[in-house]
């Protein structure tokens, strides 16, 4: 496809640089939303048995508006996928590879909401690639047309068949239904880039043209909340805005049909509605998987570095290798504790079981290798797994450890320390025993 006209660059410098307002060609809200506290009491549940009512009315604790999050690289690239398909998708990995990494280590707060003119044209670059590969597979192409079968474009594309295509594939993207006036605004670009003098756009290439612009959205790279203010005076997103959060934080993923299904008929309203799909969701491949990515996380198994040379060859392990089973078995018991019924605290913290999935594992965990469960009654719980012990490098530190410990999995902060800490003296060292204390203790 050749470099994008105007109206294209047009589009996606509005989308990186312009305001929130329903007079957008893309469709989205008119005035910043800010959502209020909801009302009422929650009583959270409590493995004690014992219940909690509290109600939260500060906006500065509460955090009183509703956010507007950019798709993280895994989430971008699963809603390119589930709209275009994977060999679209691969075809045009080498754009991708140039989109962020958003690498998040220590910290939620590690991610970056906005990056450098480098992401825009990363992201133009793979809009462009995407949108040839999806046109240039027939199959691909009727799927999202429609009725209208895939053209040879030997023709003009008809205007009736191109505003189908954007319907459709504008509802997987944008991850709800397109106005009537979004939809025109596509047209009238497609019939532009036909009849400019400076363009004369081939119909292959008006087509590609409107599908990048689709990509290029905000729509598509932000979760943008919409909905209508309620007689009580609060503004309640939509059915498309709860399908598409809910999918995304459990999925990484954009809604599935089912969840689109029940967006469109208004079946998300309830509590149990949206408990019977976000359990259907979580025990999804994709749930599973975001799971396994979300233990990795919270029990430093991501940041876990390559074992010490010397300390691999000692135990007669590869260092690069035995690193990346360890973490596999990491996520292996945390699917195993989380889908486990009762799943529970006290089962992380004390299981007993381990997944000896390789020889060299199974040498570390001290068990026979096995492709599933097995019982390790001196590797109990997540603290003991390889992977953790590695978390805070290849050297023994019980302080980060315990720091870990405290702040990730028992959500407690660490006080300061004393102001004068640094000048505290040892004056009592007869009470040292050096043959049975370190030099820290």
């Known amino acids: ?139 691909t192409f009727a799927r999202l047309s429609g009725p209208c079968r895939a053209p040879a474009f030997t023709q003009p594309y008809s205007g009736a068949c191109l505003d189908e295509l954007v319907r459709s594939t504008g509802r997987l993207l944008w991850r709800r239904p397109l106005a009537d006036a979004e939809v025109q605004s596509y047209r009238a670009m497609f019939d532009a880039a036909r009849t400019d003098a400076d363009v004369r756009a081939t119909p292959r290439e008006q087509v590609e043209l409107v599908l990048a612009a689709l990509m290029q959205a905000p729509e598509v790279l932000f979760q943008l909340p919409a909905g209508a203010v309620g007689a009580d005076g609060r503004f309640q997103v939509d059915a498309f805005t709860v399908a598409a959060r809910l999918s995304y934080q459990l999925t990484s993923a954009p809604p599935d049909e089912a969840l689109r299904l029940a967006a469109d008929q208004g079946l998300l309203g309830t509590r149990e509605q949206l408990k019977a799909q976000a359990l259907r969701l979580v025990d999804s491949p994709r749930g599973r998987a975001r799971v396994r990515e979300l233990a990795s996380f919270w029990w430093a198994a991501n940041r876990a570095p390559r074992p010490h040379t010397a300390v691999a060859a000692n135990a007669q392990v590869d260092a690069a290798r035995v690193l990346e089973q360890a973490v596999a078995e990491t996520q292996a018991f945390a699917e195993h504790v989380f889908y486990a019924q009762p799943a529970t605290f006290t089962q992380m913290m004390t299981s007993d079981a381990v997944f000896p999935a390789t020889a060299e594992l199974a040498k570390l965990l001290g068990v026979q290798r096995d492709s599933g469960a097995v019982r390790a009654p001196s590797r109990r719980g997540v603290l003991t797994r390889p992977a953790f012990l590695l978390g805070k490098g290849d050297r023994p530190s019980p302080i980060l450890r315990g720091a870990h410990v405290r702040t990730h999995l028992l959500c407690d902060d660490l006080p300061a320390p004393p102001a004068n800490a640094d000048e505290v003296a040892m004056t009592n060292t007869a009470m040292l025993d050096r043959n049975t204390l370190t030099s820290r203790q």
């Open 1 to 139: 496809m050749r470099a994008l006209p105007l109206p294209v660059l047009l589009l996606l410098a509005a989308g990186c640089e312009g305001v929130i307002g329903s007079t957008s060609p893309i469709g989205v809200p008119s005035e910043p939303v800010r959502l209020p506290p909801p009302p009422g009491e929650f009583p959270p549940a409590d493995p004690m048995g014992r219940t909690f009512r509290f109600q939260c009315d500060d906006l500065a604790k509460r955090g009183g508006s509703s956010a507007v999050r950019r798709l993280t690289r895994t989430e971008y690239e699963n809603t390119l996928t589930d709209t275009f398909g994977a060999t679209a998708v691969q075809g045009a990995s080498t754009a991708l590879s140039l989109v962020f990494a958003d690498p998040i280590t220590e910290s939620v707060r590690d991610f970056r909401q906005l990056h450098d003119d480098q992401l825009v044209v990363a992201l133009v670059d793979s809009s462009i690639a995407v949108a040839s590969q999806a046109v240039a597979a027939p199959a």
